[in-house]
């Protein structure tokens, strides 16, 4: 079974904190994403990594910045949360190729910015 | 950017059929998904579709793909009460190699006893 597991299912934090959603995998998969899910809009996608220190930015990358230091790990990172970030982040891993590309989820993080 | 639709609510009995559809706007997609997300967790993988066939079926579920109206349906046959959740439609972008994923808003299918 694909694993994915995300660090925190729920955070408050206040304007201006930096914050960190962690993302592990436990296996050597080499696609990993975050996406923001908001009512009514569906998955929107922030940041994606093929390998090792490698990031492309998605759909919706202002105000956020990633890491991989690691393959297991991506890391989301809110230099200087806003109220408007509050949302459900959900982060997945891909399975296959630029056509074919399974994803599997971990069970989200619900950021909730004060 | 290529988009992908779907109504935001559905109804049934449980007992009856449901039919979820989706359209999207990606010619060059291969594969399409569909997702199950319940209340308060990540979105689980229920089956996929490749581009080049028309139907699908897994158990009780039946995904119809009509590619030439880049329509996209999924019926549950004998609903039930745990299927009451949110499914998202998506599809791989096809000429990106993002191997991202483009997702509809979600429908929400509530199963009423």
């Known amino acids: 079974d694909v694993k994915v597991t995300q660090s925190s299912r729920y955070l408050v934090k206040r304007t201006g904190e930096k914050v960190f959603l962690e993302c592990v995998q436990d296996m050597d998969h080499e696609n990993m994403f975050w996406y923001r899910q908001d009512p009514g809009l569906g998955l929107r996608l922030i940041y994606f990594s093929y390998d090792v220190k490698m990031k492309e930015k998605g759909d919706i990358p202002e105000g956020y910045s990633v890491s991989r230091e690691k393959k297991e790990r991506f890391s989301l990172i809110l230099e200087s949360a806003s109220t408007n970030q509050t949302s459900m982040y959900l982060c997945?891993?891909?399975?296959?190729?630029?056509?074919?590309?399974?994803?599997?989820f971990g069970a989200g993080t619900r950021l909730s910015v004060l | 950017g290529e988009d992908v639709e779907q109504s935001l609510f559905l109804s049934v009995r449980e007992g009856d059929s449901s039919v979820i559809n989706c359209t999207y706007t990606?010619?060059?997609?291969?594969?399409l998904y569909w997702y199950k997300q319940e209340p308060g967790a990540g979105l689980q993988l229920l089956t996929y579709?490749?581009?080049?066939?028309d139907m699908k079926q897994d158990q009780r579920l039946t995904v119809l793909l009509n590619k030439k109206d880049k329509h996209l349906s999924l019926r549950i046959a004998d609903t039930q009460t745990g299927d009451s959740a949110i499914y998202f439609c998506a599809e791989i972008e096809g000429n990106t190699g993002r191997r991202a994923l483009t997702f509809g808003s979600g429908t929400r299918l509530q199963v009423q006893p």
């Open positions: 990606d010619s060059s997609s291969t594969y």
């Open positions: 997945a891993i891909g399975l296959g190729t630029a056509n074919k590309n399974i994803q599997y």
């Open positions: 579709i490749f581009s080049n066939m």
